[in-house]
């Protein structure tokens, strides 16, 4: 689920000229120049060129990255559908997860709750999760709705992630990692004798 600000300054332009002009009364439907259909009061299940496989540029892209950074073979099955939402930042994502072991919610919680970068929104009782509107502005990416997967029993989970791309994307990432790199000195010059 990507923001108006996955295209841009002038996608979120669109997206708070076209949400004016149809409360104002100017219109019944927003005018579309930056993406393929009106984004207000609208989800567009299109973010870039399709393929000839179905699949986006966009769904692609997310599928190679998530293998690349998780060092997965390049036929690791991952899939996903990119789909264009009308706010201005944090992009988000439905996460389904099939296990080799059996998931343990619990465990899975913790060591998300004690992760580095993340922040734990997982409190359906009183109503609290990911969302874009609370991730905007946020360096932590907001992770929660952590179950158990209906179709994989025991040996599955999901979960919802929302996070600022403009804050937590890769130059941010880069930053971290050279950070890290400098503290455990992987940075230093060697010196040979």
């Not at 699949?55 to 990255?65: D, L, P, S």
């Not at 201005?88 to 998300?112: F, G, N, Q, W």
């Not at 109503?127 to 609370?134: D, G, H, I, N, S």
């Not at 991730?135 to 029993?153: M, S």
């Amino acid at each position: 689920y990507q923001a108006s600000s996955g295209a841009g300054q002038p996608g979120m332009d669109e997206l708070k000229e076209g949400t004016r002009a149809v409360l104002m009364g100017e219109r019944d439907v927003a005018e579309n120049k930056i993406f393929a259909h009106p984004l207000p009061f609208n989800v567009i299940p299109h973010i870039d060129k399709f393929q000839d496989n179905g699949y986006t540029k966009e769904e692609m892209k997310v599928t190679w990255e998530t293998r690349k950074i998780c060092d997965l073979p390049d036929d690791f099955p991952v899939s996903c559908t990119a789909v264009r939402i009308p706010t201005y930042r944090a992009h988000s994502e439905a996460i389904v997860i099939e296990t080799e072991k059996p998931v343990d919610i619990a465990a899975a919680r913790k060591a998300l709750d004690e992760a580095v970068g993340i922040k734990l929104v997982d409190d359906t009782e009183k109503e609290l999760y990911p969302m874009p509107l609370t991730a905007t502005g946020q360096y932590d990416v907001e992770v929660g709705r952590l179950r158990k997967n209906l179709c994989f029993g025991d040996y599955g989970m999901e979960l919802f992630v929302s996070g600022d791309q403009l804050l937590r994307g890769a130059a941010l990432n880069a930053v971290l990692v050279a950070e890290a790199m400098d503290k455990n000195g992987a940075l230093k010059a060697k010196v040979e004798a």
